[in-house]
C-alpha cells in the first residue's frame, strides 16, 4: 500500500458526459501528479501541484482541468468525454517535486 | 527538454537469466533517477532510486547504476523470477522550464518464463 487513495476504482460513463477523480495524498506529501496511461500512449503526465498551485503542466486537454485543496486532496474533472478518454488515471504523491513519487492503485476509466 | 528512453520491449527471459534494461536521459542540471515497476493489475510502485552522480539504487536483487558521463541508468539483476514478470519504467526528476517534472520513459515489458 503506497498510501495515495484514489477514488473510485472503476467508472463506467457515456460520451459527453463528466466525471470527477479524487486522490489523497500520503500523510506529508505536499506535491500531486496525475497521469494518464493508455495502452497506445504509455504513461502521459497531465498537470502537477505543489502545496495548492499548480507546478507544471503536461499534455492535458482543455477538457479536463485539475485542482489541490487545501487539506491537500486532488480532482481531476474530465469533461465532454470522448471514447478516446477511456485510460488508467493515476494520481501520484511527493514530499517535494524531486523526491520520489508514491503511486496510487488509480482509476479505471470507460467510456461508452 | 528533459526526456528518458529506454529500450523497446516486450522482453521475454527464461527464469534465472540476467536482465538488463536499458535506460538514457536528456536533462539540464543534476536529475534524479527512478526505476518504477508496475504489475499487472495494479499501479506504479518505485523500485529503486539514485540522486547524483555514481549512486547505486538497489533493491529486491536490483540494481542501477547513475552514470553522468553517459547519462545513463541501466536496470540489472542477476537472475530474474517469474514473479519480476512486469512492465518497468525509467524516469527522471528536474527541473525544466522552470518548473519540476517527473518525466517517465515508455515503458517496458518483462516476461519471464519457468
Known amino acids: 500500500d503506497s498510501g495515495v487513495t484514489q477514488t473510485p476504482k472503476h467508472l463506467i460513463t457515456a460520451t459527453g458526459q463528466r466525471v470527477t477523480l479524487r486522490c489523497s495524498p500520503r500523510s506529508g506529501d505536499l506535491s500531486v501528479y496525475w497521469y494518464q496511461q493508455s495502452l497506445d500512449q504509455g504513461l502521459q503526465f497531465l498537470i502537477q501541484y505543489y502545496n495548492g498551485e499548480e507546478r507544471a503542466k503536461g499534455n492535458i486537454l482543455e477538457r479536463f482541468s485539475a485542482q489541490q485543496f487545501p487539506d491537500l486532496h486532488s480532482e481531476l474533472n474530465l469533461s465532454s468525454l470522448e471514447l478516446g478518454d477511456s485510460a488508467l488515471y493515476f494520481c501520484a504523491s511527493s514530499v517535494t517535486p524531486f523526491t520520489e513519487a508514491f503511486f496510487g492503485q488509480g482509476t479505471r476509466l470507460t467510456v461508452v | 527538454g528533459n526526456s528518458v528512453t529506454q529500450m523497446e520491449g516486450p522482453v521475454t527471459l527464461s527464469e534465472e537469466a540476467f536482465l538488463t534494461i536499458n535506460c538514457t536521459y536528456t536533462a539540464t542540471g543534476y536529475p534524479s533517477l527512478f526505476w518504477y515497476v508496475q504489475y499487472p493489475g495494479e499501479g506504479l510502485q518505485l523500485l529503486l532510486k539514485?540522486?547524483?552522480?555514481?549512486d547505486k539504487g538497489s533493491n529486491k536483487g536490483f540494481e542501477a547504476t547513475y552514470r553522468k558521463e553517459t547519462t545513463s541508468f541501466h536496470l540489472e539483476k542477476g537472475s530474474v523470477q517469474v514473479s519480476d514478470s512486469a512492465v518497468y519504467f525509467c524516469a527522471l526528476s528536474g527541473s525544466q522550464g522552470g518548473s519540476e517534472k517527473l518525466v517517465f520513459g515508455k515503458g517496458t515489458k518483462l516476461t519471464v518464463n519457468p
Open positions: 539514485a540522486t547524483k552522480a555514481d
